[in-house]
Every structure is written in structure tokens, then in C-alpha cells.
């Protein structure tokens, strides 16, 4: 019944490496969300995607890239990995608005990035 | 710009009792969806509801209710009974309609039951 899927639950990397998270949607959802969650903070978007090779900033994209060569799959990348970018990273999905369960977001369990 | 404001950062309350987690919101589109998502202490986030914004009808759902009040931009989330499983951050979201519009959070109220 795996629906979101992301590939690593826990990373550790060091400063200056670059950094794959990859998520995978298996019920055809056109949008796809990268958030990262801090304590005290909540769940901030990274950046979303409404269409393959679409991609919006949200409203912390700085550090940070997108890919999305397929509908399923939306790739999360840290160029340069720093300190200040450990935290719980949670892709999600959606269908497109207008429809029923439309923005209704599915999430995946997460993955923890620690950067030395 | 939106924004969605949960004010209460975290809330005790002893099971059985009942427990209103508030949610104000901003936004400038005429037409919007406003979400509850819970996240359970496991971790995984998961969708109570959906309202859109020509929708204001109170939504009963077991033990759990919601208020979405336009005058006074809040959606606000009412648990009644309240058991230890219902210990959760729980996250208010908003969003417009149209194809690329975000979904923003707001910063979640913790909530824990005492057995």
C-alpha cells in the first residue's frame, strides 16, 4: 500500500557534499512537494512542481534544486550540503486543484538528513 | 501572501476532556482550500480534512469537529472526548486553487492527553 515513496530515512553527509533525496509517487499525482520540517518551526516549502520539468520556488529554495524528468519521480538536491540544512526533509504529492482530492496531500515517512 | 497562523504551540490536556486547536489564516484569493493534517508520533503526516471557501458549514466527523468561520478567517479544530491516541502535532494548511498555487503550513499545535 506504499503510495510516497523516499528512498533514504536517514543520511548522514559531510559539509561540501552534494545531496540526492529522491521520491517516488505511485497514484499518478500531478504535484509533487519537497517541505522540510524544524522543531518550532513546522513545515516549510522547499519547492513544488505541477507538471513534469515544472518546477516553483516555495519559500525557502535557496541551497537547494529540483528535478523532475518523470510525472512519478521528484528529485531534491543540496548542491553543497551545509550545516544549516539538517533537518527532516517530507515529499508529498497531490492531484492537481478543481478535483475531488484535489491538494489533498499523501506524504512519504521522511528523511532525516544530518550534514557534519 | 498567505499565511496560516496556529497560535497554541502545544496543548495538555487530561483524556476526556475536550480540546479546540485554533487556525487563522491570510490570504488574498477569493476561492481556497484549508486542510488539517495530523502527525502522529511515528512520524508520517496524515490528512483529517478538506474545506474549500464557499464551504462554510461546520464538519462533524466522530469525535472530531471543525469551524470555518470566513468572517473571522479561522478553521478551527475541536476534539471532543479526547483520548491518548489523539497526542499529535497537528498542522492547519491553506491553499488557492489553481494549478501552481503552494500549500503553506502553518507551524503546528502540539497536543498531548494524560492518561
Known amino acids: 500500500d506504499v503510495k510516497v515513496t523516499q528512498s533514504s530515512r536517514y543520511l548522514v553527509k559531510r559539509t561540501g557534499e552534494k545531496v540526492f533525496l529522491e521520491c517516488v509517487q505511485d497514484?499518478?499525482?500531478?504535484?509533487m512537494f519537497w517541505y522540510r520540517q524544524d522543531p518550532g518551526l513546522g513545515l516549510r516549502l522547499i519547492y513544488f512542481?505541477?507538471?513534469?520539468?515544472?518546477?516553483e520556488k516555495g519559500d525557502i529554495p535557496e541551497g537547494y534544486s529540483v528535478s523532475r524528468e518523470k510525472k512519478e519521480r521528484f528529485s531534491l538536491i543540496l548542491e553543497s550540503a551545509s550545516t544549516n540544512q539538517t533537518s527532516m526533509y517530507l515529499c508529498?504529492?497531490?492531484?492537481?486543484?478543481?478535483?475531488?482530492?484535489?491538494?489533498?496531500?499523501?506524504f512519504g515517512a521522511g528523511s532525516r538528513l544530518t550534514v557534519l | 501572501a498567505q499565511k496560516v497562523t496556529q497560535a497554541q504551540t502545544e496543548i495538555s490536556v487530561v483524556e476526556k476532556e475536550d480540546v479546540t486547536l485554533d487556525c487563522v489564516y491570510e490570504?488574498?484569493?477569493?476561492?481556497?482550500?484549508l486542510f488539517w493534517y495530523k502527525q502522529p508520533p511515528s512520524g508520517e503526516l496524515v490528512f483529517l480534512i478538506r474545506?474549500?471557501?464557499?464551504?462554510?458549514q461546520n464538519e462533524i466527523s466522530g469525535r472530531y469537529s471543525w469551524n470555518f468561520q470566513k468572517s473571522t478567517s479561522s478553521f478551527n479544530f475541536t476534539i471532543t472526548a479526547s483520548q491518548v491516541v489523539d497526542s499529535a502535532v497537528y498542522f492547519c494548511?491553506?491553499?488557492?486553487?489553481?494549478?501552481?498555487?503552494?500549500?503553506?503550513f502553518g507551524k503546528g499545535t502540539r497536543l498531548h492527553i494524560l492518561p
Open positions: 508529498a504529492s497531490s492531484l492537481w486543484g478543481g478535483r475531488s482530492g484535489a491538494n489533498v496531500l499523501t
Open positions: 497514484m499518478d499525482h500531478e504535484n
Open positions: 512542481s505541477y507538471d513534469v520539468k515544472m518546477k
Open positions: 490570504t488574498r484569493d477569493t476561492t481556497y482550500y
Open positions: 474545506r474549500n471557501s464557499f464551504d462554510e
Open positions: 494548511a491553506l491553499s488557492g486553487m489553481s494549478r501552481d498555487d503552494k500549500i503553506i
